[in-house]
């Protein structure tokens, strides 16, 4: 998608898409009716915080926190450049706007969000309101992930059935702790992939296997934060496919250490979007909803990603927090989707192969080929897509 930048460098956008700001201070100054000058001596009003150096702490203790609820769903388009440009998408997902105007990727949002939220919420406001002056229709194949690249991706493996079923298979127990203090490891976040980029591997042989998860997008998160502060730092939602190489994987963990080789790019949905917008279906900062998993045209799996989690979302950032600061773009994935109710499937092959060890003593599906396709979606009680589809085939890297 090409740029919308005029030749003189200046911002095309209308202006009415780069006002709006609303903060505590300006939301209680527009319900108290007209401004009336200050009593003699009175302090004046500061403008919103703006990122800089103070660090997360203040961001977190500011006392310039949205009142209005910004609503939202984001996208990346492929520009040609490594972080794309940044859209807001429609409710629907038919149409989208590009937010050059206000922050021109979404690393640039998520730095300076409380300045920047507002007016993202109020493009979007105008166009499902069908009055945004450039939309242009919505093609998830022209997306790079939300968030083409990142300082941190982290991936915590809060559902217990999941742990269970692939050390039961193995002979291995569940560590004494996993029910204490959540599991998480740290992957890669310089590469990763969009929602409909062929995944490329160089061999058949490394196990190649898919995973479904929800993953979030957070703001500045400080050292020492507790589950509810760290919640509270949530951005956006998305779905990811967290690639696995399972042949690899157990070389590097006899190590001692790991992943390296045996976690690839990951891949996440085109769209990111604000908990506010999923309702009752965002609550006790977990999603519930099912993700739906279909592999080569056939499902797969429908496990309801807030069922048998024994932790949520702030409770993985505090843990994740316990020693760092988390800066804004950092992204948190909550492990493969799993319930122990069998009838909703699987979100990994890993899972299948493990329930047919247990039960015949042997694993009869294979990984992926070269060829196959994967398809990860969420829908919402109406049945509309939430962040519309990851959908990725399976290809050789290019000798």
């Not at 009142?67 to 388009?77: E, N, P, V």
């Not at 939602?237 to 990951?266: C, Y």
């Not at 979100?347 to 694993?363: N, Q």
Request: aromatic content about 8%.
């Amino acid at each position: 998608m090409p740029r919308r930048d005029s030749k003189d460098g200046t911002d095309p956008t209308p202006c009415y898409f780069t006002t709006g700001v609303t903060t505590r201070a300006t939301t209680r100054a527009a319900d108290a009716g007209p401004a009336q000058s200050p009593a003699p001596g009175a302090a004046s009003v500061a403008p919103p915080p703006r990122a800089g150096r103070d660090g997360v702490r203040a961001a977190l203790d500011s006392p310039f926190r949205i009142d209005r609820i910004a609503r939202m769903k984001l996208a990346t388009l492929k520009d040609g450049t490594r972080d794309g440009q940044l859209a807001v998408v429609s409710g629907d997902l038919s149409s989208a706007h590009f937010a050059d105007g206000i922050a021109p990727t979404l690393q640039r949002a998520m730095d300076d969000w409380n300045f920047v939220a507002p007016q993202l919420d109020e493009l979007y406001r105008t166009l499902n309101q069908g009055r945004a002056r450039h939309a242009f229709p919505f093609d998830a194949r022209r997306c790079m992930a939300p968030l083409p690249r990142a300082f941190q991706w982290l991936d915590g493996s809060v559902y217990a059935n999941h742990v269970e079923l692939l050390r039961r298979a193995r002979g291995a127990q569940v560590p004494e702790t996993y029910l204490s203090e959540p599991t998480m490891y740290q992957g890669g976040a310089d590469d990763f992939l969009g929602p409909c980029d062929d995944a490329i591997f160089g061999s058949e042989d490394w196990g190649i296997d898919f995973e479904a998860e929800v993953a979030v997008f957070v703001d500045d998160v400080p050292m020492g934060a507790n589950a509810a502060q760290a919640a509270a730092r949530i951005r956006l939602l998305t779905l990811a496919n967290d690639w696995s190489l399972r042949n690899l994987i157990p070389r590097e963990l006899t190590k001692g250490f790991g992943f390296v080789q045996g976690k690839p790019a990951t891949a996440f949905a085109p769209v990111a979007v604000t908990p506010d917008e999923l309702g009752d279906d965002w609550r006790g900062a977990m999603v519930h909803l099912p993700v739906l998993v279909h592999w080569n045209g056939k499902k797969v799996g429908e496990a309801d990603a807030g069922t048998d989690a024994v932790f949520d979302f702030g409770q993985l950032l505090a843990h994740a927090a316990l020693t760092r600061n988390l800066r804004a773009g950092t992204v948190l994935g909550a492990g493969t989707v799993s319930n122990r109710d069998p009838a909703r499937g699987w979100s990994c092959i890993a899972e299948a192969r493990a329930r047919e060890v247990l039960e015949h003593g042997e694993a009869r599906t294979e990984f992926m080929k070269f060829g196959d396709r994967v398809r990860i979606e969420m829908l919402d009680p109406s049945g509309a897509s939430v962040f519309g589809a990851i959908d990725q085939q399976v290809a050789q890297r290019a000798r």
